[in-house]
C-alpha cells in the first residue's frame, strides 16, 4: 500500500482535468449556482446574519452577497457559506451526504471577485470540486457521518480547496501541498446540529478550502501522503484504506461526472432533507382532508433503520430545532401549516403543536422494500395516522419532491429564485448565468450579487 | 452520562476563574512569553517566512510581530503562531504533548493589539488556555497522538478559544458556544510534520481559537454538548468518555496549574523535542573526544518502545526533514557539528552526513528503567557507538537540557532571547515583561513587538 502514492495521482488528476471533459456537468452546475444564490439571498433576509456580516467586513475587498461591503478572501467564503446553508435551504448531494454548493460556489466567489476567470474555469472548478466531495466521502465510507462528522464541513474543506485550487490554476506540485494544508483542517460535528453553528461549519468549511489554496499558492508546503497510510485521512477519520479505495478515489476520473450521476437535490423547504419526505407525505394527507388534527390519536413515522440520523431533535423547543425534527415537522404538516421560513424560526414552538408532538412516535422497518428511485438510496417515510375512531390513514415518500427522481422543473426553479432574491434580481442573473460558460469576465455577475438583500 | 453536562461545566469553571495578582503560575507564564518571542523573533528572521506575512498583510489592524503591518485578527494569529513554531524552537508542555504558547501568545496577541486588556487577565487568559490544553490532551488520551494527530493543534483549538473567551470576558454561555465553535474545528495531522505546515498547523489553531471566541462574543450559538455522549470530541477524537474523563477535566481546577506541574520546556535547540535527548547525548560523546567520527562502525539509538514516534524522518533529504530525524540529529552531533539553524535549513543534507546516517540503527529496549525526572515521564535515550576497534562509547539522557527537571538558568534564557531578538529588544522588552502582571495598559509592549526582525 505504500508505493499507492493516492495523494499525488489525486493532485495530478485534478490539476490535468480539461475543461472540455467537465462540460457535460454544466447544466446541473449552473442550476446548481442559481439554487445556491436563492438560499443564501433567502439566507441574507435574516437579521440574525449581520453579526456574522459585521465581524467580516472591512477585512478586504471580496465579494459578501447582498451588500457593497467587502472582506478577505477567505472570510467572504466564510460569510457566504453560511448565508447559503443559514435555512438549510441550499442543494444536496446525496453522495456526499452533504450540501456541496453553499462549501464550492463561496469558494470560487471570493476568488472570483478578486481575480479575473472565465466562465469555463469557474464551472469546471465547481464541478471538481464536488466530484473531490463525493469521492472523499465514498472513501471514507458511511460511519464517517453515523459517528458523528459534518460531511458537508469535513469533505467540503478538501472539495473547496481543489475547486480553489483549479480556479487558481495550480500546478500539480502546489495541489498537492493544497491538499496536505486541507488535509489537516478536516473538523466539523453533527452535535452543533440545530444551532447556527450548522451554517457556520459550511462556511468554515469554504474558509479553510480558499485559504489551503491560497497558502499553497504562496509556496507553502505540506506532506505528500496525507490521504493514503495509517495515519492518513482514511485512517483518522474514516475506516482506512480499503481495497477499494484507490478505485473510489482515481477510477474513470471525468467519464461520468458525481453531478451527472447522482444529481443535486433541489429544496422546496427550508429545512434537513432527511425531513423532506415527512413534509411531502404530512402535506398531502392533510391535503386530501381525511382528518382534523384532533381527531389524530397518534402517529407512526417510520424508518428504514438508520433513516433518521440527521434528525437529531425529537423535542425541540423552538422552529430553529425543528429542522432536524421528524415530530416537528410532521407536527406542522399535518396541522395544516405552511412549510414558510416563519415556521422555522428561532421562535419557541406553540404550546399546540408541542402537545401534538407527544401523539408522535418513530418507528423503524428493514423488511421495506425501497423505491429504485429511492433519495436517499434505501431510504423511505411512511406516516402513518391513527385516528380515534379506529381509522387508520397512510402515505408513504420515497423519492421526495426536489430531489433527482423527482425534479423540479425549470418552472419551480425560476420561481424559488424569484421568491428569494431582492426584486428584479432573478431576471439579471438567469440569462447570465445561462450563458455562464461562453462568459469571459465573470465580473458583471460580481456586481450583480453585491444588490442588497434587506 | 447524559447528564455529566462537562461541557457546560468546564465552560462554567472557565467564565468563573478569578485573577489573582500573586499567582505562581505566573512566572512561567512570563518566561513562556519571552521565549515564544525568541522562537518568533528567529523565526521571522527566515526569508520564507514572507510568504505568509504577504499573505495576511492588510487585512486589519492587528499585530503583526516585527513589523509594522497589520492584519485581521485571525490572521494575526495565524502568523505569529506560525513564526512561533517555524523553528521549532518554542516551548513544550508535556502533559500538552506538544507547544502550548505558540498557540496561546498569538491568540492573545492578536486581542490584545485590538482591546485594552490588563496585564493580570492577559497572564491568567494564557494559564487558563494552557490548562484546557492540557485537560483536554489528558481526556483525550495517549492514543489521539499516536494514531497521528497533532496535539498542539487539535488542543489548541480549545485552549486558545478559552484563552481568548477568557480575554474577552465571556460569560459563561458564550464561552459554551466558544467551546462547540472550537471543537467543530479540531484537526492536524502529524503526517505534515517535517514540512512548512507543521508551524502553519499551530498557527491555523491560533486562528481558530481567536475566531470561535470572536464569533461566540458576536453572538453566535453552537451545540451544548459538545465534548461528552458517543459523539462528541472524545468520542471522535480519543477513547471516548472514561471513567476518569470528568475528573482530568474538572478536578481540582486552580489549585495546581499544569503549568506548575509539568512545566515549560525552554529549547536550547530548534528542532523537535523529541531528539533532544539525542542531542545532550551525542554532544556529550564529541566533546569527550574519545572517537573520531570516521572510526565510527555503528550506532545504536536506543528508546523506550514508541518513544521515538515525533521522529518520523529516518532517511531525510533536507535539514528542514531533519528537524524531525533521530538519524540526522545523532549525526550532525557526532560529527561535531552545531545544532545551529543553518544545519536545520531546506538545504539537502551532505553526502558525508547522508553516509554517516548508514550506519545508525534505532533499537527499542522495554526493561529500562527511566529516571525520576524523565521527560517526558518514562523516556530515555541510549546512544551507544561502536568503534572499529570493538570500543563501545555509551551516553544516556534522560532528562535533557532546558527540560524542567534539568532547566535553563535566568542568564541562559536572557541569551536565548538576545541572540533571537533584533539588536537591542531584549533589554526593551525583559523588565516589562517582568512586571506583566501589575501593567494595566499592554499596548507598550504591542509597540516593542512591531520592531522590525530584519
Redesign the interface.
Known sequence: MENVKLTEQLAEIIAGTGMVEAEPAFTIAKQGLLDFLSAAFKGGTQV?TD??L??VS???RALLLGTEQGA?AE?SALYNGYLGHYLDYDDVNQTVRGHPSTVLYPVLLALASLRPVTGTRFLTAYVIGAEVMARIAKALGTKHYL????NT?TTGVIGGAMAAGYLLQLDKGRML?AM??A???????????????KP??AG?AAQKGVQAA??AE??????H??LE?????F??YGEGIREETKEILLGKWGRNWELCKSGLWFKLYPFCSGATHIADAARTLFQEGDFLPEEVQKVEIIFPPGGDAALIHRCPATGEEGRFSAEYVAAVGLNGLPYTLENFSAAPIPPGLLEFMQRIVRRYDGTVVPSKTALPPGRFVILRLHLQDGAVLERRTDTPKGSPGNPLTAEERYQKLSECCPNGLASELMPFVETLESESDLDPLVQLLKTKTR
Chains 1, 2 share one sequence.
Open positions: 440574525e453579526r456574522l459585521r465581524y472591512g477585512t478586504g478577505a472570510l459517528r458523528g462528522f459534518h464541513a501541498n496536505g494544508i488535509a489537516a483542517q478536516v473538523s466539523g460535528i453533527r452535535l452543533n446540529f440545530g444551532t447556527e453553528s457556520l461549519q468554515l491560497l497558502l504562496a509556496g507553502i508546503a505540506a506532506g501522503r496525507v497510510g495509517d495515519q492518513g485521512l485512517a483518522l
